[in-house]
């Protein structure tokens, strides 16, 4: 058996490495019984956070493998996710300016 650490996997494809650390950080970080989660490392913000990245990765590495050419659609969660952030980005900042706003 081959360990994604260990230096007899040093697979150059980069594939499956991807699907490795999906796989790794879900064990890792995401199972309750995983260290980071058994160890209280993790908040549930973080949690959610990185399950949100390892969830858009396995997308993306899924559609490549189909190999049809598709990148807009494997990149379709991460744009998604972008434009989430800048709206609530936009949302913070107007709040932020009319609380200025309302000091002057």
């Known amino acids: 058996m081959r360990y994604f650490l260990h230096e007899e996997s040093q697979d150059p494809s980069p594939d499956l490495s991807a699907d490795r650390v999906c796989q790794l950080g879900r064990a890792w ?17 973080q949690t959610d956070e990185l399950e949100t ?34 709206a609530k980005q936009d949302q913070v900042l107007l709040f932020l300016l009319f609380r200025r706003l309302a000091f002057i």
Request: charged residues 30%.
């Open 29 to 45: 970080a995401i199972n309750p019984d995983g260290m980071l989660q058994r160890n209280g490392l993790l908040s549930k913000a």
């Open 53 to 86: 990245w390892l969830d858009m990765i396995s997308y993306a590495v899924m559609v490549l493998l189909e190999g049809d050419g598709q990148l807009e659609e494997a990149l379709w969660g991460y744009r998604e996710y972008r434009k989430e952030r800048e």
